[in-house]
């Protein structure tokens, strides 16, 4: 079956610092793969999406690339902010099911 | 406008204990869907719906009911209530299901805890 796997966390680094967070997929079809973000006592938001190959999503200066030869949607983010602190999840949606990687809690320290 | 709602925002049941976990939507949205959040686990689909009267099966649907008499409402029924179902439930919304094109919104959880 569809399934995501993303890189254990916690991550954590300093203001200004270039970010990458591994996602990697398992799917047959054509899925959409996605990144949302989690704050604290809150529901989950789209951050941004792909939905061919080779396409590439970008939002708030992260970006992520859909690579069908690699099976992967690494989410990058060149200079992090204390503000991007926050769990992070790859998602991959296909014949109306998504499934999410485990998350990853970025901390951001000033 | 309000966007997803689920009420109640903190639960807690005894085991063999029923609830329903509400949902409602004021987008219009045909797809709906229930997920439960674990930690190292991130979120797992329990049921899931793509118009009034229809629904299925997501990866985790035992010991959960689902109905959608309207678009608005999709409601979670746990008819017996189990530790193993301790969680945060989530509700999402979009105009169609996965593979899509438009965002999925999500409702800001209820955190059960079956006792």
């Known amino acids: 079956g569809n399934s995501v796997t993303q890189m254990e966390g916690p991550v954590t680094l300093s203001e200004e610092a270039f970010l990458t967070i591994n996602c990697t997929y398992t799917a047959t079809g054509y899925p959409s793969l996605f990144w949302y973000v989690q704050y604290p006592g809150e529901g989950l938001q789209l951050l941004l999406k792909?939905?061919?190959?080779?396409d590439k999503g970008s939002n708030k200066g992260f970006e992520a690339t859909y690579r069908k030869e690699t099976t992967s949607f690494h989410l990058e983010k060149g200079s992090v902010q204390v503000s991007d602190s926050a769990v992070y999840f790859c998602a991959l949606g296909a014949d109306n099911d998504m499934r999410f990687g485990a998350g990853t809690r970025l901390t951001v320290k000033p | 406008n309000a966007g997803v709602t689920q009420t109640p925002k903190f639960q807690v049941l005894k085991t063999g204990q029923s609830m329903t976990l509400q949902c409602a939507q004021d987008?219009?949205?045909?797809?709906m869907s229930w997920y439960r959040q674990d930690p190292g686990m991130g979120l797992r689909l329990i049921h899931y719906?793509?118009?009034?009267?229809?629904?299925d099966q997501g990866e985790v649907p035992n010991g959960y009911n689902v109905s959608r008499s309207t678009t608005e409402d999709f409601p979670l029924r746990l008819l017996s209530a189990a530790p193993s179902q301790t969680s945060v439930y989530f509700c999402?919304?979009?105009?169609?299901?996965?593979?899509?094109?438009?965002?999925?919104?999500f409702g800001q959880g209820t955190r059960l805890t079956v006792v």
């Open positions: 792909a939905t061919k190959a080779d």
């Open positions: 999402a919304s979009s105009y169609e299901g996965p593979p899509m094109n438009t965002e999925a919104f």
């Open positions: 719906s793509v118009g009034a009267g229809i629904t």
């Open positions: 987008m219009n949205h045909e797809y």
